[in-house]
């Protein structure tokens, strides 16, 4: 049974999170601060097990394969890919023998794994093709920021960061430096290191994104009022306060919930166009005209009346991000695509789209399963801190005109379908 036609199936998964050796060791800390440890088992039966199928066709890994934003914030951040690699060998084998049992394989980089600048990105192919030769690596680098987005007929998938203001690629601090060698780093990075330094010193996984949506919360209601909780586009005024506290006010937040006093220097040192060390406050200031910025930031959305504005960029940070698909994606006006799929956020779930009266529904259950409108699926994680490793899988169905899609919980020799649905696999 090796009939390339019974290949009508992919499998997207996302935010493994791979750490270097000092992430398991902890490096001299109390606790080791990889986000995948347990897990690490899992993920392995699962890619001797998908080597196996002869239905699947391609794995597409959404981005935060590897991991280079968790590291304390005092630990000097000299993770290098290779290390990753050389760390998780098992792994990155399992993924490179995966062309070779006929599954093609795509990465799309997600933001704990993106280049730091436009200069970088050349090493970052070279690296993909050393370590995971026979692997597509999804980066349009014409555009900048760089365009990471995989499609498939009306099937659009990328890692889901883009849509969130502390985590897409940011230009807003070092003004005076070179468009080319300029580093994008975004808040979010720093963010991503005190998160680290939380887990090294107190063995807490994972920083509870209720202190970073408080934070959020509470800096949107100064500019944007009620509204907020409705995430309603419709009732945001056209031009919103330019909130430069934002900045100091999530820092704060973080530094506090993770005990790094505000006066500590953030240990940076080899992160291009920045010095060896800077303090929050410095950093802060580097981000004042992030949220003012947004409006004017590189071009990562395709809808003319940016429905994806700052207050719901920042919004998109604390956990679900299906309304960025939907108003990047699935709008009834766009004809290009039924199906996004997207990681970043850790929760996986699947989202079913009725259109009324040009109103995109998502409670309206279909007996037969579909055709749904529209679907949106995020993939979940594989980190220990979920509830379970979950990835998402569509199957091709040409004869019936039907794309299905699935949101799977995976255990070694054992698969759940938590929610799925159909979609027309072409226009009719």
Same mark, same amino acid.
Request: with cysteine.
């Given at each position: ?11 997207? +998964? *996302? =935010?493994? $999170? ?11 800390? @109390? ?16 890619? =001797?097990?998908?080597?196996? #199928? ?27 890919? =290779? ?30 794994? !993106? ?22 690596? &999804? ?19 990328? $890692?889901?960061? !883009? ?19 300029? /580093? ?6 720093? %963010? *991503? ?16 994104? #209720?202190?970073?949506?408080? +934070? ?14 409705? !995430? ?24 506090? =919930? ?13 992160? @291009? ?46 956990? $679900? ?18 199906? &996004? ?21 998502? $409670?309206?259950?279909? @007996? /037969? ?16 801190? &979920?509830?379970?490793?979950?990835? +998402?899988?569509?199957?091709?169905? @040409?004869? *019936? ?15 759940? %379908?938590?929610?799925?649905?159909? &979609? ?5």
């Amino acid at each position: 049974m090796s009939s390339d036609s019974i290949r009508n199936k992919r499998v997207f +998964v *996302s =935010d493994i $999170h791979l750490g270097d050796a000092r992430s398991w060791t902890g490096a001299g800390y @109390p606790y080791p601060y990889a986000w995948i440890r347990r897990n690490i088992e899992t993920l392995k039966a699962f890619l =001797d097990e998908t080597a196996q #199928r002869e239905d699947v066709a391609e794995l597409v890994l959404l981005g935060d394969l590897f991991d280079q934003w968790i590291i304390p914030a005092d630990l000097a951040p000299n993770i290098r890919l =290779d290390d990753i690699a050389e760390s998780n060998r098992e792994v990155i084998e399992k993924i490179g023998a995966l062309p070779r049992s006929g599954i093609k394989v795509t990465y799309v980089p997600g933001n704990h794994d !993106m280049p730091f600048s436009l200069n970088d990105i050349q090493a970052r192919k070279d690296f993909m093709a050393r370590v995971l030769p026979g692997v597509k690596y &999804v980066c349009d680098d014409s555009a900048a920021p760089p365009r990471v987005v995989y499609r498939r007929g009306l099937l659009a998938a990328e $890692h889901g960061h !883009m849509y969130c203001l502390c985590n897409a690629p940011d230009w807003s601090e070092n003004p005076g430096t070179p468009l080319l060698h300029k /580093s994008f780093l975004p808040l979010g990075y720093f %963010v *991503s290191r005190l998160v680290a330094y939380k887990e090294a010193t107190t063995g807490k996984p994972q920083s509870d994104f #209720r202190i970073l949506a408080g +934070v959020i919360e509470a800096s949107l209601r100064k500019s944007g009022g009620e509204f907020i909780p409705e !995430m309603d586009p419709t009732k945001i005024p056209e031009k919103l306060p330019g909130r430069t506290s934002f900045a100091r006010e999530l820092l704060t937040g973080m530094a506090s =919930d993770a005990s790094f006093g505000w006066n500590r220097p953030v240990n940076i040192e080899g992160l @291009p166009e920045y010095p060896s060390t800077e303090s929050l406050d410095s950093l802060s200031d580097d981000y004042s005209v992030l949220w003012s910025n947004w409006d004017n930031h590189p071009a990562v959305r395709y809808v003319a009346n940016n429905d994806i504005n700052t207050c719901i960029a920042a919004l998109n940070e604390c956990g $679900h991000i299906s309304e960025a698909a939907k108003a990047e994606y699935l709008q009834p006006k766009r004809k290009d695509t039924n199906i &996004v799929i997207f990681g970043h956020t850790h929760i996986a779930e699947i989202k079913k789209y009725c259109v009324v009266e040009s109103i995109a529904l998502d $409670h309206i259950p279909l @007996p /037969s399963g579909g055709p749904y409108d529209f679907i949106y699926a995020n993939s979940g994680s594989w980190v220990d801190s &979920v509830p379970y490793c979950s990835y +998402v899988e569509t199957e091709e169905d @040409p004869a *019936s005109n039907r794309c299905y899609v699935r949101l799977m919980a995976y255990a070694p020799g054992k698969t759940e %379908v938590k929610g799925q649905g159909y &979609v027309r696999l072409k226009e009719q």
